[in-house]
């Protein structure tokens, strides 16, 4: 038996440490990626991760586009990204090393399973000659394993047979990691006995797998120098869960039901990387949740418009080009100004693009993609955990303003992890809505645009209510009766007031917070989940004493009352933004600020040291 | 409780109706109008919801709630409110190409699905509300704005079509048959699931007389075949015509010529049959079945099943809570 404690061994402390796992998108490496965070997360590290897989469901094993890693942060202080150099790399296979290499850093470990790197796995990778042999990793520091001889070794006794012998192999890497890294077993043992609990045979396979990998790491100790180990972080008091951004949006959307005091309606189109929300959210029925799996994305949004008509909370989600098939349907919740809220967590590039790679470039597309004039309030989040409160932000809005409004994420927060400090239970705000019972027109009837003075909403009656009969639809509106209209001076109008409602928002809103302690004179402005990155750009700049601002967005339409005198009060504005600069434009546009852009879109977040070089540039 | 009385005119908004005069939608909504005060349907659970075309209009013109939606999705926008709200009695109204061209996808997924709402297409076959082109129910060789050397589109088959989307009801009437078009509305009313009605409506500005050998004096009693649940399919002036099964097909004969057993009794629970009779006409210029095609109750409806989901969830997993989902995956204190 191995203790899964360091005991006999003081391990070496280092205040963060990044890991990445690659290796074949076979290989359970976002798997083995989770099961490291977890245990991390329970030893009391700050921490953050960045999966990346390729978009296919399988590309030919061993090859260069089917390599599939998951990065991992884990730091004795509160850390805001998943780093932009690995210390550490996991290479399962020649093509996972091939791919992965470039972004080590120097002197880092590489931890390889070398039965892999065989004739055929080099071939496929593009090697010519074997990198274990030809010096090539001469700066490295190499752990070499034969992870398959020992992973069949380990699993012989526990009655798997076949193919599923070498399936636990990724459990060999996780062990190994976790003795080189002192993480306890403890959690990855439980989640497999919780995850396999009907075939104990499996269960009992990646255990032994994982204490042999563990073992391996022990027994060969001295060709490692020792053992390190990252103390727990110190981080804000209360409890605290470690989440990815598509589950905390998904229960953002379920509490901000509650909080309504709504039954929730979600009508999807399976889509990555959005998916997970309807998976998320069909397990939670016993909530009143209806999902609707639709038979395409203006289907989603169309049921959800009618089930927003039936007087439920409704939400469709989406993908990029999702959004752009929903844009009539989203034009005509416009018009019917009928709540709903529209997800659209973005994904790299135009059409198909890069489905499982991050960017930020459908903000233009949320402001402006309908027909018509048609604003509509948009919403960010800016990391895993703050999705749930942006879900809940959008609800509120949506309802008090009677509107749809977008909610963008993007694949950085949706399938990013990150702790979080869980709300103080029963800390739910209440926006009960309170439909309309009575008619309310001169002659008894029901007026479907007669306004709130202060919001210009208008009232929410649902189908089944007596006397409050009437109809609405995507033809211009008479204002207060709702009457179709063709009246040029009442299209003005109409047009006038849409506008001014969303507008209005912005009195409704926190001005933005400027994060500025040394009264700086640059400023940088960001928005989604390029947060945690700036954050730390920021930090780097200000530990060598030069004073540096920041203001992050939450909301995009309307812009917060303050930001306009914000932005005129700095000499200097930096926008970084994982696209051409889409947020600088509307910034300029609103605000004849001269800001600059700091502008990427290779599929791959910032680095810190891109956008803290950029802030040293302009100081 | 009480019932309440209603008249035609509870059902009619306040509205201008502004169809072309003489179009056959005008008799479809007074046999609506008229049906809907005999329904026992409560008023203000009624709701009409439609796509973009002349049909589309139509909630506008029902005292009753009522979404004039977008291009094609009126099927969608309902499955969503009757999924919501089952307590709810939802019907669609469109016409044939808002149905079976921009909407088709939607069409045929809600009549997979069994969603418990009543979906009306008045089909004219052509479109009215963009002025005059071919529509996908238009004839090979319709000359029109947009085919003006004849339409090469093979046309839909909306009866043959809703079966093969598994349609658990599938009807057709005349819009100017205002008797039997209450019949079958009352039929689908009273159907649990999809209803797909048919109704042939003349446009009489851009395709007259498309249903004329079902609608003139001359023709009609030779052409309509009124189909009867148990009944055997006879029709013509004297019921001198009758459909046999030949050769694996529906097949009009003279009643005269075949013995009285080999004559077709209509059971519209029956799949094959039904699509058998579907295939009889395919263009309304001879002999076409009217009435109720298929009804089969015997298939759950997407909305109980829905409905029945949640109430599973609650009674074994317990109303559900925020704390305790959100610190479902574990927690660990930071002190």
Known sequence: MVSTTIEDVEPEFLDKVIIRFAGDSGDGMQLAGNRFTDASAAFGNDLATFPSFPAEIRAPAGTLPGVSSFQVQIADFDILTAGDEPDVLVAMNPAALKSNLADLRPMGTIVINTEAFEERNLAKAGYETNPLTDGSLDGYKVIEAPMESLTKEAVKDTGVSGRDVLRSKNMFALGLMAWLYSRPLEPTTQWIEAKFGKKPEVAAANIATLKAGYNFGLTTEATMNSAVSVKPAKLPPGEYTTISGNLSLAWGLIAGAKAAGLPLFYGSYPITPASDILHELSRHKNFGVRTFQAEDEIAAISASIGAAFGGHLAVTGTSGPGLALKSEALSLAMMTELPLIVINVQRGGPSTGLPTKPEQSDLLFAMYGRHGESPLPIVAASSPSDAYDAAIEAIRIALKYMTPVLLLSDNSVATGSEPWRLPERDSLPDFTVRFATKPNGPAGEFLPYVRDPLTFARQWAVPGTPGLEHRIGGLEKEEVSGNVSYNPANHQLMTDTRAWKVANIANDIPPVAVDDPDGARTLVIGWGSTLPVIKAAVRRVRNDGKPVAHVHLRHLNPFPANLGEVLRSYERVLVPELNNGQLIRLLRAEYLVDAVGLNKVSALPFKVTEIETKIREMI | ?335
């Open chain 2, 1 to 335: 409780m009480t019932t309440i009385e209603y008249t035609r005119g509870d059902f009619q908004s306040d509205q201008e109706v502004r169809w072309c005069p003489g179009c056959g939608d005008y008799t479809i909504l007074a046999s609506v109008q008229k049906f809907m005060a005999a329904s026992g349907i409560v008023k203000e659970n009624a709701v009409f919801i439609s796509g973009i075309g002349c049909a589309a209009r139509f909630p506008y013109y029902m005292s009753t709630y009522g979404m004039h939606s977008i291009h094609g999705r009126a099927p969608a926008v309902a499955t969503g409110l009757a999924t919501a709200r089952p307590d709810l009695s939802v019907w669609v109204v469109g016409g044939d190409g808002d149905m079976m061209s921009i909407g088709g996808n939607h069409l045929i997924h809600a009549l997979r699905r069994n969603v418990n709402i009543k979906i009306l297409m008045f089909n004219n076959q052509i479109y009215g509300l963009t002025k005059g082109q071919y529509s996908p129910t238009s004839e090979v060789g319709k000359r029109t704005k947009s085919s003006p050397m004849g339409s090469i589109d093979y046309p839909f088959n909306p009866m043959s079509l809703a079966l093969g989307a598994e349609a658990t009801f599938a009807a057709r009437t005349l819009d100017m048959d205002t008797k039997h078009t209450v019949e079958i509305l009352e039929a689908a009313y009273a159907h649990q699931g999809s209803a797909f009605v048919e109704i042939y409506q003349n446009c009489n500005v851009f395709n007259d007389k498309a249903f004329i050998a079902l609608t003139g004096k001359e023709d009609r009693d030779s052409n309509r075949i009124y189909l009867e649940h148990g009944k055997p399919i006879r029709f013509g002036q004297d019921m001198e015509k009758a459909v046999i099964f030949h050769n694996g097909e529906a097949t009009i004969v003279d009643a005269a010529s075949v013995d009285e057993t080999a004559i077709l009794v209509h059971d519209q629970t029956n799949m094959t049959m039904a699509f058998a009779l579907s295939r009889l006409s395919h263009s309304p210029t001879g002999p076409t079945p009217l009435g109720i095609i298929r009804s089969d109750d015997s298939r759950p409806t997407y909305d109980d099943g829905v409905s029945a989901q949640l109430a599973s969830a609650k009674a074994t997993k317990g109303e559900g809570n925020i704390d305790d989902l959100i610190r479902s995956l574990g927690t660990w204190t930071v002190k």
